[in-house]
């Protein structure tokens, strides 16, 4: 029996949109984060905590999308036809993002407002493009031929709308348990106290779209509550009550390092149930990866390229972690 080349691509680019979210979420969340606290002194903190390592993170974004590109063409065309103007917007707020992630430590003090303004606009609007898109991908896209042929506004409906809100909230907690980890003092106080709230909103997310999805897709909804498949996958959403139960504990006993261990975590968990209610779509609701696929040999011309650079990327994302691990105090910076 041969090997699934199919199979192999799906796993490298769900691993790549899964690393992708954990580590640019929480960078991402902190810019969410900035409107709950105006403290110049604790802004330069959250933005240093990130600043050696966020414009890696989003190494793994590229290399999902060109992974999409090359392995399964069909569902690349598909999505950026069905979802290009949030896909445009979302790039949009991570180019401001970037921008004034750089310029608001170089700018003069009467230009740092309209930075962290652009920091935290970029932020926020990335962050709600992202959920836009996964929400309309869940909710299936309609293909005819090869070609997609569903309304230009499909991102517009209410279930893709609350999946940004969802991921918002997402993002916010893992930037925050990020500061728990990485500031101390006061910052390391205010984001402990704005843990719990948000990992209530969080858990409240998780609930709604995962009652929203199985009552839109029937499909869904019996591979989830039908016997024996409930026996199989019950466990996801008992970890999920038991993650977040521990992760609000974690945060009463001051913990540093676990409270974004566990919301990685929670993340995960989020991620494998959706992984559990899409397979083996890649485009809902019909077109499977090997109906989306590139011929093998271009599949196998591409898996030696991934092979080689995919341990690369590890290596340096893992060293400039260590490198840069620890607390971050106030007036220390990488610029």
């Not at 041969?2 to 899964?18: H, N």
């Not at 991102?155 to 916010?172: D, I, K, Q």
């Not at 909804?221 to 996958?233: C, E, H, M, N, V």
Request: proline share 6%.
């Amino acid at each position: 029996m041969g090997i699934d080349l199919s199979i192999i691509w799906f796993v490298i680019i769900v691993f790549s949109t899964l690393m992708y979210i954990l580590m640019d979420g929480f960078d991402l969340g902190i810019g969410i984060l900035f409107p709950f606290n105006k403290d110049e002194t604790h802004r330069d903190v959250m933005v240093n905590t990130v600043a050696p390592v966020w414009d890696g993170n989003e190494t793994w974004l590229v290399l999902g999308g060109a992974a999409l590109y090359g392995a399964f063409p069909l569902a690349y065309a598909v999505i950026a036809d069905a979802l290009a103007i949030p896909l445009t917007i979302m790039l949009i707020g991570l180019i401001f993002r970037g921008v004034a992630f750089e310029f608001r430590f170089k700018a003069i003090p009467e230009h740092r407002a309209f930075w962290d303004k652009a920091f935290i606009g970029g932020s926020i609007v990335a962050t709600f493009s992202q959920g836009v898109v996964l929400g309309t991908i869940i909710n299936g896209l309609e293909v005819t031929g090869r070609t997609y042929s569903g309304p230009s506004l499909i991102w517009l409906a209410p279930f893709p709308l609350f999946c940004g809100f969802g991921l918002l909230v997402a993002y916010a907690l893992l930037g925050c348990t990020w500061l728990i980890l990485k500031s101390e003092g006061d910052l390391h106080k205010r984001m402990c106290e704005l843990a719990v709230p948000l990992t209530y909103v969080m858990l409240a997310a998780i609930v709604i779209v995962s009652i929203w999805t199985p009552l839109m897709h029937s499909d869904i909804a019996a591979r989830w509550f039908t016997w024996p498949q409930i026996l199989w996958f019950a466990p996801v959403p008992i970890l999920v009550v038991l993650c977040s139960w521990w992760l609000i504990r974690s945060v009463y006993n001051h913990a540093h390092y676990l409270p974004f261990m566990l919301t990685l975590l929670l993340m995960f968990l989020g991620f494998t149930g959706l992984g559990i209610s899409l397979w083996p779509n890649i485009i809902p609701p019909a077109i499977s990866i090997w109906q989306a696929a590139s011929p093998p040999q271009s599949q196998g011309f591409m898996l030696v390229g991934g092979l080689l650079i995919i341990p690369v990327i590890l290596v340096y994302t893992s060293w400039s972690y260590y490198v840069f691990r620890g607390k971050v105090k106030p007036g220390e910076n990488y610029h």
